[in-house]
């Protein structure tokens, strides 16, 4: 069983907005941080937004601040990614992660290895 299935990826132009979605098999998979990272052709993988389960707290990259927001719903063992004015550098496959431990520090809440459980990812491309 998937631990963890995004869902809400596709082809948008420059300007548009994207709604990603990642639903957890379990409520025990929940019970830390929900978090995105996304990997670009050629590059590593990278951290997009991280939530701990009672989301008084919201960490970004820089690189999406302002544009993106992270958001989840408990009952539904779910997180979302609202992402608005896209740009051609935010196509990536967008992967979904939990973690065992809630992390209330951008710098751990950032960090890959925070992450136990993990998605098979959804393809985002933006064009120009």
């Known amino acids: 069983q998937v631990p963890l299935a995004e869902s809400g990826g596709g082809l948008v132009q420059a300007g548009d907005s994207l709604r990603l979605s990642c639903t957890a098999s379990e409520r025990t998979f929940t019970r830390g941080n929900m978090a995105w990272f996304r990997q670009a052709p050629g590059k590593e993988r990278e951290f997009v937004a991280s939530i701990p389960r009672n989301g008084e707290f919201t960490y970004y990259a820089d690189s999406v601040k302002g544009r993106f927001t992270i958001s989840r719903d408990n009952a539904k063992n779910t997180v979302f990614l609202q992402m608005n004015s896209l740009k051609p550098e935010d196509t990536a496959v967008y992967f979904c992660?939990?973690?065992?431990?809630?992390?209330?520090?951008?710098?751990?809440?950032?960090?890959?290895?925070?992450?136990?459980?993990w998605g098979q990812g959804t393809q985002v491309t933006v064009s120009s």
């Open positions: 992660a939990t973690s065992l431990t809630i992390y209330l520090n951008s710098q751990l809440a950032s960090q890959e290895q925070s992450y136990y459980y």
